[in-house]
C-alpha cells in the first residue's frame, strides 16, 4: 500500500503556475528525492505536504488519512499532520541543551516525564549525539548540530520524515559523511522519506526513486539507474550529471542505426529510439565517462576518430580531457594518464550515445 499518495497538485499564485499536475505515490518506507534546478517546485511541493502551504488544486493522503482535498473542502492544518520537518535552516534553540532540544519538541506535544527522557535518549543514540547531550547547540559543529536538529525529528517518530535540502549547509567532506550516515539511519528506521535537493549526487546515492522536476512539472520519474542511464529528456541528460551534447543531422541509415553528420566532414552512427528523418536535426549526448581512449592496436569500430586532445584537466582519481570534433567540444574522463597535445584514438561507443529530437 501506498504510504503518500499526492494526485494532480497544483499551487497558483496570481496567475504564476508553481505547480502543474505534480502526481506521484510513496511507498511506505521508501526513500523518495524531488531533485530539481531552483525555482522548479521542490519546496513547494514539500510544503504542501507539510501543510505549510495551501495548493490549488489536487489531493493529498498520507497513510490513508487525508491531508488535503481541494474537491472536498479540505486541508488538515500543518499541526495535526505529526510529520517530521527538517530545513535547510534548521535553528536549534540556542539557549537549550542538546537533551531540552529534544525535550521540549516532546512538551509541545504533551509527552513528559521518564518516557520523554528514554525517547530523547534513544533519538540522541539513533545520530551518535548521546554523549553531547548536556553541551549547548554553540559548541557543537555544524555537522554535529545538523544530527541533533535530525534527532529532534525523529524523537516524536514521525510517520513522514520530509527533509528540504538538510545537507547544503555542510562543507563537501562533511555532506558526503552525512549522506551515508543519513542513508543508513533512514534504512535502520525505515521512515517513509521524502527529500528535496537539487543536488543529482545526492539523489542518485541517496534515493530509491527519483522524481525529476523542472518549471513546476515532473520531467521523469524511476530508479536512480533509469534516471542517470536513461534519461527521457535533454533536459534531464543535462541536468542529472554532465553530459556532452551536441547538434547533428540525419544524412543515412544503415541496419537500425541512423547516419548523423556532426560537422565538416565527421560523421557519427547513433542508434536513436525513435525513427528520425533524412535531413532532421538530433541532439546527440554521451556521458564524459563513456567515451573510451583506445590503446594498442584494437580493430577499428565505427565512431572511433583520431583527434587532438588539447585539453587536460587533473581531478584526482580522474582526469578530464578535451578535444574538438566536428567544430563541437567534448569533454572525457579516464582514469589512466593521457599526455596533452597528443593525438589519441577516441571512441564514442554506440550504445553510449543518446539521441533527442530537437524539440524534446
Ligand atoms: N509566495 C510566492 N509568491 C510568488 N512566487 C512564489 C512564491 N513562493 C514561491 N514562488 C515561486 O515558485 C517557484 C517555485 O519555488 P520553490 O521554492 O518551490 O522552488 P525550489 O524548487 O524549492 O527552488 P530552490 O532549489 O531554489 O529552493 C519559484 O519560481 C518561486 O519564485
Ligand atoms: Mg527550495
Given at each position: 500500500?501506498?504510504?503518500?499518495?499526492?494526485?494532480?497538485?497544483?499551487?497558483?499564485?496570481?496567475?504564476?503556475?508553481?505547480?502543474?499536475?505534480?502526481?506521484?505515490?510513496?511507498?511506505?518506507?521508501?526513500?523518495?528525492?524531488?531533485?530539481?534546478?531552483?525555482?522548479?517546485?521542490?519546496?513547494?511541493?514539500?510544503?504542501?505536504?507539510?501543510?505549510?502551504?495551501?495548493?490549488?488544486?489536487?489531493?493529498?493522503?498520507?497513510?490513508?488519512?487525508?491531508?488535503?482535498?481541494?474537491?472536498?473542502?479540505?486541508?488538515?492544518?500543518?499541526?495535526?499532520?505529526?510529520?517530521?520537518?527538517?530545513?535547510?535552516?534548521?535553528?536549534?534553540?540556542?539557549?537549550?541543551?542538546?537533551?531540552?532540544?529534544?525535550?521540549?519538541?516532546?512538551?509541545?506535544?504533551?509527552?513528559?516525564?521518564?518516557?520523554?527522557?528514554?525517547?530523547?535518549?534513544?533519538?540522541?543514540?539513533?545520530?551518535?549525539?548521546?554523549?553531547?547531550?548536556?553541551?549547548?547547540?554553540?559548541?557543537?559543529?555544524?555537522?554535529?548540530?545538523?544530527?541533533?536538529?535530525?534527532?529532534?525529528?525523529?524523537?516524536?517518530?514521525?510517520?513522514?520524515?520530509?527533509?528540504?535540502?538538510?545537507?547544503?549547509?555542510?562543507?563537501?567532506?562533511?555532506?558526503?559523511?552525512?549522506?551515508?550516515?543519513?542513508?543508513?539511519?533512514?534504512?535502520?528506521?525505515?521512515?517513509?522519506?521524502?527529500?528535496?535537493?537539487?543536488?543529482?549526487?545526492?539523489?542518485?546515492?541517496?534515493?530509491?526513486?527519483?522524481?525529476?522536476?523542472?518549471?513546476?512539472?515532473?520531467?521523469?520519474?524511476?530508479?536512480?539507474?533509469?534516471?542517470?542511464?536513461?534519461?527521457?529528456?535533454?533536459f534531464v541528460a543535462d541536468f542529472v550529471g554532465a553530459s556532452n551534447?551536441?547538434?547533428?543531422?540525419?544524412?543515412?541509415?544503415?541496419?537500425?542505426?541512423?547516419?548523423?553528420?556532426?560537422?565538416?566532414?565527421?560523421?557519427?552512427?547513433?542508434?536513436?529510439?525513435?525513427?528520425?528523418?533524412?535531413?532532421?536535426?538530433?541532439?546527440?549526448?554521451?556521458?564524459?565517462?563513456?567515451?573510451?581512449?583506445?590503446?594498442?592496436?584494437?580493430?577499428?569500430?565505427?565512431?572511433?576518430?583520431?583527434?587532438?586532445?588539447?585539453?587536460?584537466?587533473?581531478?584526482?582519481?580522474?582526469?578530464?580531457?578535451?578535444?574538438?570534433?566536428?567544430?563541437?567540444?567534448?569533454?572525457?574522463?579516464?582514469?589512466?594518464?593521457?599526455?596533452?597535445?597528443?593525438?589519441?584514438?577516441?571512441r564514442l561507443p554506440v550504445e553510449a550515445i543518446r539521441v533527442y529530437?530537437?524539440?524534446?
Amino acid at each position: 500500500m501506498a504510504d503518500v499518495v499526492v494526485q494532480n497538485l497544483g499551487r497558483r499564485i496570481g496567475n504564476l503556475e508553481i505547480l502543474k499536475d505534480v502526481s506521484f505515490t510513496v511507498a511506505e518506507g521508501e526513500f523518495l528525492t524531488l531533485l530539481g534546478p531552483s525555482g522548479c517546485g521542490k519546496s513547494t511541493t514539500l510544503n504542501a505536504l507539510a501543510g505549510l502551504d495551501r495548493p490549488s488544486a489536487g489531493r493529498i493522503v498520507v497513510g490513508g488519512e487525508t491531508f488535503y482535498d481541494e474537491a472536498r473542502g479540505i486541508f488538515v492544518d500543518a499541526r495535526y499532520r505529526n510529520l517530521g520537518l527538517m530545513f535547510q535552516s534548521y535553528a536549534l534553540w540556542p539557549h537549550m541543551t542538546v537533551a531540552q532540544n529534544l525535550d521540549f519538541t516532546l512538551e509541545i506535544r504533551k509527552l513528559r516525564g521518564a518516557e520523554a527522557r528514554k525517547r530523547v535518549m534513544e533519538s540522541l543514540e539513533l545520530v551518535d549525539m548521546a554523549q553531547y547531550a548536556g553541551r549547548y547547540p554553540g559548541e557543537l559543529s555544524g555537522g554535529q548540530q545538523q544530527r541533533v536538529a535530525l534527532a529532534r525529528t525523529l524523537v516524536y517518530q514521525p510517520k513522514l520524515l520530509l527533509l528540504d535540502e538538510p545537507l547544503s549547509n555542510l562543507d563537501a567532506k562533511l555532506r558526503d559523511r552525512a549522506r551515508d550516515w543519513l542513508r543508513d539511519l533512514q534504512r535502520r528506521t525505515g521512515v517513509t522519506t521524502i527529500y528535496v535537493t537539487h543536488d543529482q549526487t545526492e539523489a542518485l546515492s541517496l534515493s530509491d526513486r527519483i522524481i525529476v522536476m523542472n518549471q513546476g512539472r515532473i520531467v521523469q520519474h524511476g530508479t536512480p539507474t533509469t534516471i542517470y542511464e536513461t534519461p527521457g529528456s535533454m533536459f534531464v541528460a543535462d541536468f542529472v550529471g554532465a553530459s556532452n551534447a551536441f547538434e547533428a543531422e540525419v544524412v543515412g541509415f544503415e541496419e537500425g542505426t541512423a547516419r548523423l553528420r556532426l560537422g565538416e566532414d565527421t560523421h557519427i552512427l547513433v542508434r536513436p529510439e525513435f525513427t528520425p528523418e533524412l535531413g532532421e536535426r538530433l541532439t546527440v549526448t554521451i556521458r564524459p565517462e563513456r567515451i573510451e581512449a583506445v590503446t594498442g592496436d584494437s580493430a577499428a569500430e565505427p565512431n572511433d576518430f583520431s583527434v587532438l586532445v588539447d585539453a587536460t584537466s587533473y581531478q584526482g582519481a580522474r582526469t578530464v580531457y578535451g578535444f574538438a570534433l566536428g567544430g563541437q567540444r567534448v569533454r572525457f574522463e579516464a582514469a589512466a594518464g593521457l599526455d596533452s597535445d597528443t593525438t589519441a584514438r577516441i571512441r564514442l561507443p554506440v550504445e553510449a550515445i543518446r539521441v533527442y529530437r530537437a524539440d524534446a
